[in-house]
């Protein structure tokens, strides 16, 4: 879908200005809040039909704050790991069409992890680019270049995880931000603390790659890292709102990835709860990225800005759930598997947008939405109808469903492709597959076997009863096999190769 963007010329140059200008403070600012690494049930607010011991085992007073006021969707979907879900929520693309299907850091190198069944091939391991012709790079005009066009003061504060080392994307000013504070090409920090300088090797410096840059002037102190990414997100806010231009804030987050550290803030109340040394770490995280989530609120509010400010809260992948010790089964229940895998516990976000004036309070809508919707639906809350981009804009908005809570064509197949090998591994984490879901039904293929599984969602969230077998829906596993098959094929994705035989795999429905 392309689409291009045209000023009408009023007047003498001097009032197209003066309107321009007027026209873009009554655009609404923005606050694109995104974790990483966060489950579906890592949070006080419950996003299936009842509480879980998660629930009670976490607490996020302000995600609770921000469910009260506006949407939470209960089914909406990212990518397995993280630089194909960002890619896709800065460029609207499915990972099928921009082929940055696994996470990316060093230019022209894969990330896989080596197998002996599989071979990766050729996908776009240097990530997103704004120019035309890098190799192995996808060429898009990304969400803030957009926004910029349009009036908008655009920063990035935290994690990129956009492009390669030495690629273009790995500098967020490359791709329409006006303002990056702490990031880069790695996906992950070198240390959350300020007294480790952020994974920095000395105070001051900038060690790649792991090491957070921009954050020299917290180097050496207790600030953690969330905090800190923290306050540089309201000093943009302060300066955007001081120079009267609409801003839109992309508060990445860093936590809750690995490596875990305590916030001191908040770790010793789950030590006393009884939780393990790691697991009252990673609580502390996800307590402090609430934290940062009110505080952004508390900012807002107390400048005056809450009713022309859009709050939107989503995570990456699904969450973490090997590594941690204890029962990996129960990382993420209801929901089988966890990062790096096309089952729910992989790619089942927890998502809530406060659009004031346009969400209804404690709205509930069960719709499902996929990381790529974002890039439509946030141009459309903007204001931004008409405009021109080099890629085709695979998402769809779901404004609707926020200005009348309206569910959206439930029956829309999404699609998941991940024919890669991340590095951990478990029987259901980290295995190369490729999954579309359509209505309640979700089939997964598996690209080391052949092999491809059925589910309905709708009795069986936890995916335990595999109905490819059953008679009665054996048919509708063949035509989602089909439509997966086909659209891969479309969109000419790149998938692995068989070790043995050099020959590319089959699709799902097992054809060449």
């Known amino acids: 879908m392309n689409r291009k963007f045209n000023y009408s010329i009023r007047g003498l140059v001097c009032t197209f200005v003066g309107s321009l200008s007027v026209f873009a403070q009554e655009r609404p600012n923005i606050i694109l809040f995104l974790v990483d690494d966060m489950g579906w049930q890592d949070t006080s607010v419950p996003f299936w039909t009842k509480r879980t011991p998660l629930n009670d085992t976490y607490r996020t007073p302000n995600m609770e704050r921000l469910a009260a006021r506006g949407v939470k969707f209960t089914q909406a979907y990212a990518c397995p790991v993280s630089s194909p879900s960002r890619v896709s929520l800065m460029t609207g693309a499915n990972v099928a069409q921009h ?36 190799p192995h790079a996808f060429y898009a005009k990304a969400l803030p270049a957009l926004l910029r066009d349009n009036g908008y003061r655009t920063c990035i504060v935290g994690k990129g995880h956009f492009g390669s080392i030495d690629t273009p994307a790995a500098n967020p000013l490359n791709i329409g931000f006006d303002v990056n504070i702490g990031a880069h090409a790695a996906g992950a920090m070198g240390s959350y603390l300020g007294e480790e300088n952020y994974g920095n090797k000395k105070a001051g410096t900038w060690t790649q790659p792991w090491g957070v840059p921009s954050l020299e002037s917290y180097h050496g102190s207790d600030v953690f890292l969330t905090e800190a990414l923290t306050k540089e997100g309201c000093k943009f806010m302060e300066k955007s709102v001081s120079d009267k231009q609409p801003f839109f804030l992309y508060m990445s987050h860093y936590a809750v990835h690995a490596p875990f550290k305590a916030d001191k803030r908040f770790v010793q109340k789950y030590i006393e709860k009884g939780l393990s040394q790691k697991e009252a770490e990673y609580a502390s995280l996800i307590e402090g990225m609430d934290k940062s989530l009110g505080d952004l609120m508390d900012w807002v509010e107390n400048k005056g800005i809450e009713k022309n400010t859009i709050i939107i809260f989503m995570s990456d992948n699904g969450g973490y759930s090997v590594g941690r010790g204890g029962e990996a089964a129960l990382r993420n229940y209801p929901l089988r598997g966890g990062k790096g895998a096309c089952f729910e516990g992989g790619i089942r976000e927890p998502m809530l947008v406060y659009w004031p004036g346009v969400t209804k309070p404690e709205a509930v809508n069960h719709t499902p939405v996929i990381i790529e919707d974002f890039y439509p639906s946030i141009l459309e809350m903007a204001g931004i109808k008409n405009y021109e981009v080099p890629q085709t804009i695979n998402g769809v908005s779901f404004v609707d469903a926020l200005r009348k809570n309206k569910s959206l064509k439930e029956d829309r197949p999404l699609y998941f492709h991940y024919p890669n090998n991340w590095g951990e591994r478990r029987e259901d984490v980290g295995v190369p ?13 598996y690209y080391e076997t052949g092999k491809n599984e059925l589910y309905n969602l709708k009795i069986d ?52």
């Open 99 to 134: 082929k940055v299907s696994n996470w990316t850091l060093y230019k022209d190198k894969g990330t896989d992890k080596a197998s002996d069944i599989l071979t990766f091939g050729e996908w776009n391991y240097n990530g997103m680019s704004s120019q035309q012709g890098d």
């Open 433 to 445: 597959q490729s999954a579309i879901r359509k209505g309640d039904w979700k089939l997964i293929h």
């Open 461 to 512: 969230i936890f995916e335990k009863k595999d109905l490819m077998a059953d008679k009665r829906c054996h048919k509708i596993g063949l035509s989602l096999a089909r439509q997966l098959s086909n659209y891969l094929k479309t969109n000419k994705s790149n998938m692995p190769f068989d070790k043995k035989t050099g020959l590319q795999v089959l699709y799902p429905d097992g054809s060449k």
